[in-house]
């Protein structure tokens, strides 16, 4: 190898390290950046806020039933399945997946609601984070 490609190789090597080390004190000073304003938000939310802002799924379960998959597979259009409660009973209310409360079904404007009839009386955070 010559002289004039060892100078340009070494050039090249340089230039690349420079530019390394550019971004490496780019990606400090963005992550320190990052790290003052993490720190001053937590200041204003507290885990109070952010548990009850936090979007959770409820399901109403009008009841349940337990058939064999061949006779599931007899269904078919105007097929009944029979479920285990009765009108009468309470409909037992979700948030994922935990039960935390029961009501009566309902209609209002045009669409199915729950009026709630009981609330679980020993709800944990727990019940609602899973």
């Given at each position: 190898m010559n002289n004039k490609n060892k100078y340009t190789q070494n050039e090249t090597m340089i230039s690349s390290k420079n530019r390394i080390s550019e971004t490496e004190f780019v990606n400090e000073t963005d992550s320190h950046n990052?790290?003052?304003?993490?720190?001053?938000?937590?200041?204003?939310?507290?885990?109070?806020?952010?548990?009850?802002?936090?979007?959770?799924?409820?399901?109403?379960e009008l009841g349940r039933s337990k058939i064999k998959i061949k006779d599931f597979l007899r269904f078919s259009k105007g097929s009944m399945l029979i479920l285990d409660k009765t009108v009468k009973e309470p409909l037992d209310i979700f948030i994922n997946g935990h039960l935390i409360a029961s009501g009566e079904i309902v209609v209002a404007e045009k669409k199915y609601g729950i009026r709630i009839t009981h609330i679980k009386s020993s709800l944990k955070k727990t019940d609602f984070l899973s």
């Open positions: 990052h790290e003052e304003k993490l720190n001053s938000s937590e200041k204003h939310i507290n885990n109070k806020e952010i548990i009850l802002n936090t979007s959770a799924k409820i399901t109403v």
